[in-house]
T-cell receptor
Framework: QKEVEQDPGPLSVPEGAIVSLNCTYSNSAFQYFMWYRQYSRKGPELLMYTYSSGNKEDGRFTAQVDKSSKYISLFIRDSQPSDSATYLCAMRADTGGFKTIFGAGTRLFVKA | NAGVMQNPRHLVRRRGQEARLRCSPMKGHSHVYWYRQLPEEGLKFMVYLQKENIIDESGMPKERFSAEFPKEGPSILRIQQVVRGDSAAYFC???????????FGPGTRLTVT
């Protein structure tokens, strides 16, 4: 079993839709939870960063962490064609080398 | 303030040659991480370095791969005697410290022919 599971998609939605992206994980030591956006042939770009459980909102993006269920989500409101990219969840523990474990990424297509 | 720089952006090597990938972290960042990304896969952690020290190399193959982050100059990921399976995108990220945001470079795409 992978430490972080993420559905690779692809996920195709119409412009203006609400997008829900999710990851599950198995390591209860994870405390830092991140979402990255990666355009084709580019480096990942940090979108959201959450420590421990709870919600965080930034513009059209909302990140949720449910540590009891080992489940994290990213919601994108009023999706735009420019949101079409691969979204990677990532997480890290407080100890043990601080290495970040990534999900496989979900490819999102937003149709105009 | 320039972001994380990686060069070369594309590198072609024949089997058995050496590949040297460079990463210049953001100004003021002393923590560097290297990742490998295969097509349709997420990023796999390889090594975490601070200036002149390897902190965690648990994701790096024991053979042929090495990394350094000298006091002066960029971090270097070195792959000796490359094989076709080494073809991938290699990304580095830098941060101010542990528990802070990582910023990624644009990656180096290595092709082994």
């Amino acid at each position: 079993q992978k430490e972080v599971e993420q559905d690779p998609g692809p996920l195709s939605v119409p412009e203006g839709a609400i997008v829900s992206l999710n990851c599950t994980y198995s390591n209860s030591a994870f405390q830092y939870f991140m979402w990255y956006r990666q355009y084709s042939r580019k480096g990942p770009e940090l979108l959201m960063y959450t420590y421990s459980s709870g919600n965080k909102e930034d513009g059209r993006f909302t990140a949720q962490v449910d540590k009891s269920s080992k489940y994290i989500s990213l919601f994108i409101r009023d999706s735009q064609p420019s949101d079409s990219a691969t979204y990677l969840c990532a997480m890290r523990a407080d100890t043990g080398g601080f290495k970040t474990i990534f999900g496989a990424g979900t490819r999102l297509f937003v149709k105009a | 303030n320039a972001g994380v720089m990686q060069n070369p952006r594309h590198l072609v090597r024949r089997r058995g040659q050496e590949a040297r990938l460079r990463c210049s972290p953001m100004k003021g960042h002393s923590h560097v991480y290297w990742y490998r990304q295969l097509p349709e896969e997420g990023l796999k952690f390889m090594v975490y370095l601070q200036k002149e020290n390897i902190i965690d190399e648990s994701g790096m193959p024991k053979e042929r791969f090495s990394a350094e982050f000298p006091k002066e100059g960029p971090s270097i990921l070195r792959i000796q005697q490359v094989v076709r399976g080494d073809s991938a995108a290699y990304f580095c990220a830098s941060s101010l410290g542990t528990g802070t945001n990582d910023y990624f470079g644009p990656g180096t795409r290595l092709t082994v022919t």
